[in-house]
């Protein structure tokens, strides 16, 4: 499989998933064509007709869940700190004492703020939901792929899905442009489902021609992003694309992401069709999880 060369995308563009349970192939062929020339061109698209509700408007611990200060992450190398506070966690059933799934991260357990009660069930509830679609998402990446359409299936039974939840103070007076909402960089899973706060923007999307192009909150969607492992999966056929938010609105900022992964102990290899002579191998071969892990390290460690 390769890919022509393309104009720089000046957009974003806005797919509907209202069809996407739709057993009609016609419709399932459209929408799979759709995405597939989203993630060719963009690596970004907004997702509209999810079925997710609108979701909910603390210290971190050695696996990197729980809470994270304001500048203790750091994303762009060449940056001095992400002007960002947040709390992740992973899979956690709903009843607590369910035992029967976990994440598959090897991380450990969600650390839950103890004098908030009602923030660890609004949190999940809303995981949940966005989970659910990320599971839709993955066969209609395979049929994007010619691949069949159970392709991800035994690779994402214990998805190493990780959600946070960020806020973004306003950054006004002097800017250091070393010190921005989160520096320019790649997500590392196969894919990120975003909410963005709506009305105000800061999310940018760096183009070919290294243009930063908006990716402001659109009404009733959230935004799909690609990230590292459907890069190496696909050699690059699918695009992991550079993007960083700037929060310059005067006002603080909330964002929930979902980074969506593979099973940890999975092994990113090159899918044979998007390898050729014309489009050699661009990676090492490396497990989901020792990639992850060292991204961790990388952004957080320091």
């Known amino acids: 499989m390769s890919t022509a060369p393309l104009q720089p995308f000046t957009s974003i563009p806005v797919i509907d998933l209202e069809n996407i ?3 009609d192939p016609d419709k399932c062929r459209a929408l799979v064509d759709e995405i597939k020339s989203a993630c060719t061109d963009v690596g970004f698209f907004y997702v509209k007709n999810h079925g997710i509700p609108a979701p909910i408007e603390n210290k971190k611990s050695p696996n990197f869940k729980g809470y994270s200060p304001i500048l203790s992450g750091n994303n762009d190398p060449n940056g001095a700190g992400d002007l960002q506070e947040g709390f992740e966690f992973g899979f956690e059933a709903l009843d607590a004492n369910d035992v029967s799934q976990d994440g598959g991260h090897g991380l450990g ?10 923030f660890r069930e609004a949190a999940l509830g809303y995981y949940h939901h966005a989970l659910e679609l990320g599971r839709l998402l993955f066969p209609l990446f395979a049929l994007a792929l010619d691949l069949p359409e159970d392709f991800f299936a035994d690779k994402t039974r214990h998805s190493a899905a990780l959600m946070r939840l960020l806020h973004y103070p306003p950054q006004s007076g002097e ?3 070393r010190i921005i909402g989160i520096g320019a960089h790649t997500d590392w899973e196969c894919f990120t489902i ?6 105000i923007q800061a999310l940018q999307v760096l183009n070919t021609s290294q243009e930063w192009i908006d990716a402001p909150p659109t009404e009733g969607t959230l935004v799909i992003n690609l990230g590292d492992e459907l890069a190496r999966w696909t050699n690059d056929v699918f695009k992991s694309t ?11 900022r909330y964002s929930i992401p ?5 099973d940890y102990d999975v092994r990113l290899e090159p899918i044979p069709s998007c390898v050729s002579a014309e489009r050699p191998a661009r990676y090492d071969v490396i497990t989901a999880g020792d990639y992850i892990k060292a991204r961790l390290q990388a952004t957080y460690g320091h």
């Open 21 to 23: 349970t739709d057993p």
């Open 109 to 118: 357990a969600n650390v839950w703020p103890a004098q908030l009660p009602e």
């Open 175 to 177: 800017v250091d442009k």
């Open 194 to 199: 975003l909410w963005q706060e709506p009305g």
């Open 242 to 252: 550079v993007h960083r938010a700037i929060n310059r609105s005067g006002a603080r």
């Open 258 to 262: 979902l980074f969506f992964g593979t």
